[in-house]
């Protein structure tokens, strides 16, 4: 499955390079429009991350998340500093299919496993953003990528494989908004390990070529975001390359 992703500050579409707030594009159209084109070409689902609510979970932008759900159509999975089982409750209530749970899920486990329990793992997407070591392991970042959490992707999984993880969400950071290609092998090597994981590929994606790469070692999703935004390709294209691979 392919699914667009759209970044949000205060109501507008942007792009971070490697999440950094001061290397900031923001685009001049209405979020909106954007999601309904997205719709309009075919796809089913919308990666969203309020980044306002990452920074500041009281300025979430739910009004609009709650806005592109209903004018879009489109299954929605939100991100960005979901902290607390207030944040699920008022994200589901707005129509939000599944909710993405990066930092949490390595700084409060017991929390985060408890939420696998209340809410089932199909509303849930792990999201394990990683940088990678000259020895091939891949350490897991947290705070919008600001802080090493010194653990092994492996480690931060294995506990949430037992109340029944299946949405992986795993961003070569590295590579993200750099357009400079997805890191095939990443994904290859954890699929294998871990085949009955739901994987979704973030990261560097840059042509159509990376999304027949990425479908050929039986990635189960990728995020396409800079790559849309600035017209590598079409997002019908993106779907008829998936589709007949």
Not at 31 to 43: H, L
Not at 65 to 86: A, F, P
Not at 148 to 164: F, M, R
Not at 210 to 231: E, H, Q
Request: glycine share 8%; net charge negative.
């Amino acid at each position: 499955m392919l699914i667009p992703a759209l970044d949000l500050i205060n109501g507008a579409v942007v792009r971070l390079y490697q999440g950094d707030f001061s290397q900031k594009t923001e685009y001049q159209f209405s979020p909106v429009e954007q999601a309904q084109s997205y719709a309009k070409a075919g796809a089913k689902w919308l990666h969203l991350v309020d980044l306002d609510g990452a920074k500041d979970p009281k300025q979430r932008q739910t009004k609009l998340l709650e806005k592109l759900i209903k004018e879009s159509g489109m299954n929605c999975q939100v991100g960005g500093g979901i902290r607390t089982t207030e944040d699920i409750d008022a994200l589901l209530a707005v129509g939000v299919k599944r909710v993405v749970i990066g930092s949490t899920a390595v700084s409060s486990p017991e929390k985060v496993l408890d939420w696998f329990k209340t809410y089932g793992p199909e509303k849930i997407v792990l999201a394990l953003d990683v940088n990678l070591q000259p020895d091939g392991q891949a350490l897991v970042a947290t705070h919008g990528w600001q802080e090493s959490s010194g653990k092994a992707l492996e480690d931060v999984l294995d506990q949430y494989l037992e109340v029944g993880c299946q949405h992986v969400l795993c961003t070569d950071i590295s590579k993200d908004g750099t357009l400079s290609g997805s890191n095939v092998e990443l994904y290859q090597k954890y699929k294998s390990k871990y085949p009955n994981v739901q994987w979704q590929a973030s990261g560097g994606v840059s042509s159509l070529d990376d999304i027949k790469a990425l479908k050929a070692i039986n990635c189960d999703s990728v995020i396409l975001g800079k790559s849309l935004l600035t017209n590598q390709f079409t997002l019908e294209d993106a779907l008829a390359c998936w589709q007949s691979e």
